[in-house]
Every structure is written in structure tokens, then in C-alpha cells.
């Protein structure tokens, strides 16, 4: 038996980040939730004002044996823009901040030496990921998960999520699950 672990990132939008994730090899089971606010068991439609302080995340459960937390780190950083603060593209306000929410201190020490070689080699712009402990985890309603295999053809998914796909696919191959 394989012993997973966990991880928590937000990128934005769960539907994207949750789509990036469910494609990498060793990542067992992805959840799709609300992290880092204030308010117990808040609904899509509390989050979306922004005014819970949950960003949109995921739970991530992995194999260690087969995908590195930095090797999950780094597909994050390649997938959403870590410079901008409480955005994503279009998606505006703290719901869409960048984070990670580690849960050792050895994720912790990873995801600090990351950012540091990321700034100094790939982003100009500072990173603003916040890095917190891991926080209490509120599971997002079904109707969001699995939401891009589900609805690839709806506009958001197509303009949004399918270009981070192709991404991944053009510079990640090796840690892709074979289909």
C-alpha cells in the first residue's frame, strides 16, 4: 500500500487549477474547496463576494514515490500568474489570490526555496503566493468538481483552462498520466 500525502495550492479558479492537477501522474485524487477564510462551511456563492476571505483551492493527494511536492509546485507556478495580486486574468478579488497551504515544515522550506529561485530566474515581477499553514479545508459543492472534463465545451473551460492544458502538455509531458 502506498502511503499519499497532501497538498494545498489555489491558483484562481479551482475549475483550472483542479484540471491542471487531475493530469499528473501520482496525483491520486484532487478535491475542489474553499481554504484561508473566516466563515465554517461557506457556500460558492459566500466565496464569490469575497468577503469569507476562502480562496478557491484544492486538495491535492499524491504519491511521493512517483511526483515530488516540487515537482507539484513548480507545474503551479508554470500554470497560473503568482505576480498578481487577489486576480487571475479576469477573475478579480481575494477568492482568486495565490497560495499555498503547506502542511509540514518540510513543504514549507520547498515551497520558500522555490519562490526564491523563481524569482530570481523566471519572474520579473515579484511573486506574491502567500505561504500559510494549513488551514481548515471546506469541500466546494458537486456541481464543481471534476467541472472542466465535465464542461470542456462551455466558453470558460475552452478560452481559460484549455490554453493551461496545452501548456502543460508542451512543457510537463514527462509528468503526465498516460491516457
Same mark, same amino acid.
Given at each position: /500500500? %502506498?502511503?499519499?500525502?497532501?497538498?494545498?495550492?489555489?491558483?484562481?479558479? &479551482?475549475?483550472?487549477?483542479?484540471?491542471?492537477?487531475? !493530469?499528473? #501522474?501520482?496525483? +491520486?485524487?484532487?478535491?475542489?474547496?474553499? /481554504?484561508?477564510?473566516?466563515? #465554517?462551511?461557506?457556500?460558492? !456563492?459566500?466565496?464569490?463576494?469575497?468577503?469569507?476571505?476562502?480562496? +478557491?483551492?484544492?486538495?491535492?493527494?499524491?504519491?511521493? #514515490?512517483? @511526483?515530488?511536492?516540487?515537482?507539484?509546485?513548480?507545474? &503551479? &507556478?508554470?500554470?497560473?500568474?503568482?505576480?498578481?495580486? %487577489? !486576480?487571475?486574468? %479576469?477573475?478579480?478579488?481575494?477568492?482568486?489570490?495565490?497560495?499555498?497551504?503547506?502542511?509540514?515544515?518540510?513543504?514549507?522550506? @520547498?515551497?520558500?526555496?522555490?519562490?526564491? +529561485?523563481?524569482?530570481?530566474?523566471?519572474?520579473?515581477?515579484?511573486?506574491?503566493?502567500?505561504?500559510?499553514?494549513? /488551514?481548515?479545508?471546506?469541500?466546494?459543492?458537486?456541481?464543481?468538481?471534476?467541472?472542466?472534463?465535465?464542461?470542456? +465545451?462551455?466558453?470558460?473551460?475552452?478560452?481559460?483552462?484549455?490554453?493551461?492544458?496545452?501548456?502543460?502538455?508542451?512543457?510537463?509531458?514527462?509528468?503526465? #498520466?498516460?491516457?
Amino acid at each position: /500500500m %502506498n502511503s499519499l500525502e497532501t497538498a494545498y495550492v489555489a491558483g484562481g479558479c &479551482f475549475w483550472c487549477t483542479e484540471a491542471v492537477f487531475q !493530469r499528473l #501522474k501520482g496525483v +491520486e485524487e484532487i478535491h475542489s474547496g474553499y /481554504m484561508g477564510g473566516t466563515v #465554517k462551511n461557506p457556500a460558492y !456563492r459566500e466565496v464569490c463576494t469575497g468577503r469569507t476571505g476562502h480562496t +478557491e483551492g484544492i486538495k491535492i493527494l499524491f504519491d511521493p #514515490k512517483i @511526483i515530488s511536492y516540487r515537482s507539484l509546485l513548480t507545474v &503551479f &507556478f508554470a500554470t497560473h500568474d503568482p505576480t498578481t495580486l %487577489n !486576480r487571475q486574468g %479576469n477573475d478579480v478579488g481575494t477568492q482568486y489570490r495565490s497560495s499555498i497551504f503547506y502542511t509540514t515544515d518540510e513543504q514549507r522550506a @520547498i515551497a520558500v526555496d522555490l519562490i526564491a +529561485e523563481l524569482q530570481k530566474t523566471t519572474f520579473e515581477a515579484p511573486i506574491v503566493t502567500e505561504l500559510l499553514a494549513e /488551514m481548515p479545508f471546506y469541500m466546494a459543492e458537486e456541481e464543481h468538481h471534476n467541472y472542466y472534463n465535465n464542461n470542456s +465545451e462551455q466558453g470558460y473551460c475552452s478560452f481559460i483552462i484549455s490554453p493551461k492544458i496545452q501548456k502543460l502538455k508542451q512543457n510537463y509531458l514527462h509528468l503526465l #498520466k498516460t491516457i
